[in-house]
Each structure stands twice: as C-alpha cells, then as structure tokens.
C-alpha cells in the first residue's frame, strides 16, 4: 500500500484513502531509545486540491511500543491522531514532486507522526519513578558508600 495519489483525478474530485501501511515504508527514524514502532500505520483520510495544494483530512493511528522514562517499565501506547488535517503544498519551497501524474504523500504524513511521538513516555502520568528497592540492589553489592560518591570528590583531594 501507499500514500500516493493521482493529481489528474483530483482535479475532478477528492479521493479518499485507507488502510495499512508497513512501518519500512514510512521509514521512521524515531533515534529515541525509549520509544519504537510496532505495527503498521492505519489511516483513512480525504484529500482534496485546492489551487496550490492539497488538504488531507481524517485519521491516522500507529502503536508504539515505549519504555517509561521515569522507571523504564515496557508499555504499549497508541498513538491517534484523531481530527488530523494535513497540508500538502503543490508550490513554493516545500512543495511535493510530482512523479508523472503522481505525487508521494508519505513524507507529510511522517511528518506530522513524528511530531506528535511522546517526548518522555510515562506507563502512567502519576508514575513515581524507580523505587527504594532498586536502590538497595546497589547497597547490597558489598559496594561502600564511597564508591558512589561524586566523581569531583578525588578532584577536591587533588593538591596543586
């Protein structure tokens, strides 16, 4: 499947689109450790040619598959991108290139994807963070208290 449309056939009406497509072809480069794609994006959306462009309207949907930031526990989230409303300019700097009578919609629909991935994934908004537990793992490791002291503590012992 694929987010690309012919500009001939909009000129008389808008087309609408839905369905699947594969995470490869959307070719997501999330470079966040806490947060990967795990199905397929679902979409379904009208898109319409106005003089310079093209609006998309409706829905997009993908699952994520997060770790929570505050004490890394694994959790799914859904993205929904609800009332989605994309703009597609045919003009100017930022404007789709045509392949013969076809035009490529993925790059805008990314795009707007990404910007809506959580910045710090939380498994729930009242998550505390790691507990007291996961610190007494570290005391019971025969370690001293010295040997998590700050790492600037042998420069004060430093004498010049």
């Not at 690309?4 to 369905?19: A, C, D, K, S």
């Not at 379904?44 to 462009?53: A, C, G």
Request: aromatic share 6%.
């Amino acid at each position: 499947m694929s987010l690309r449309v012919n500009l001939r056939h909009l000129e008389q009406e808008e087309i609408t689109l839905q369905g699947e497509l594969p995470v490869a072809e959307l070719d997501l480069e999330t470079r966040d450790e806490l947060i990967a794609v795990r199905d397929a994006l679902r979409y379904h959306f009208r898109v319409k040619r106005l003089t310079e462009n093209l609006v998309l309207q409706g829905w997009l949907e993908l699952d994520l598959a997060c770790r929570c930031a505050r004490c890394l526990t694994p959790f799914t989230q859904t993205l929904r991108l609800a009332d989605w409303v994309g703009d597609v300019p045919l003009t100017g700097e930022d404007r789709v290139v045509p392949e013969g009578d076809f035009v490529d919609l993925t790059r805008f629909v990314r795009e707007d994807i990404l910007l809506e991935f959580p910045q710090h994934p939380l498994c729930r908004p009242e998550c505390p963070g790691l507990t007291a537990d996961a610190g007494k793992a570290h005391s019971q490791s025969n370690a001293t208290e010295a040997e998590f002291s700050s790492v600037w503590a042998k420069l004060d012992k430093l004498k010049l």
